[in-house]
């Protein structure tokens, strides 16, 4: 009988810890979930087009130019014996054949916030003000 009264004290404060538990998470994801929901609102005035792909969110490939294919020319090393080595074209593989890739700038959200410092050519002009 001891042992039975045992069990349901056990099998009580289990669940009970399980309910404040879950509780407990369930509130946190909530309240998570609306704190990134008022923070991205509150910056969203603060962002401007990107400067690099002009809000495009992606800009022309730097591998292929926006050709989307690839001229190969195989050395004559990789030739078969008595054939001359031949070119041909395969799709670019950092665009996959797109012609353009994401913006890394932006990560092809388009918008970014405004640079904080103005950047000069000469990099001790903010060092030494005076």
């Not at 926006?66 to 195989?74: A, H, I, N, S």
């Not at 918008?111 to 050519?121: A, N, R, V």
């Amino acid at each position: 009988m001891a042992r039975a009264a045992l069990g349901r004290s056990l099998l009580a404060a289990g669940g009970t810890l399980f309910v404040i538990g879950g509780g407990t998470m369930a509130l946190s994801t909530v309240s998570m979930a609306v704190t990134k929901i008022v923070v991205d609102r509150s910056k969203k005035h603060l962002l401007v087009p990107c400067s690099v792909c002009e809000g495009q969110k992606a800009v022309t490939c730097s591998v292929c130019e926006g050709e989307r294919v690839l001229k190969y020319v195989p050395t004559e090393a990789l030739a078969l014996p008595g054939t001359k080595a031949a070119s041909s074209l395969c799709a670019c593989a950092l665009c996959e054949g797109n012609g353009s890739q994401t913006c890394a700038n932006c990560l092809g959200e388009g918008m970014t916030y405004p640079d904080k410092f103005s950047w000069s050519s000469d990099p001790c002009q903010h060092a030494n003000p005076g």
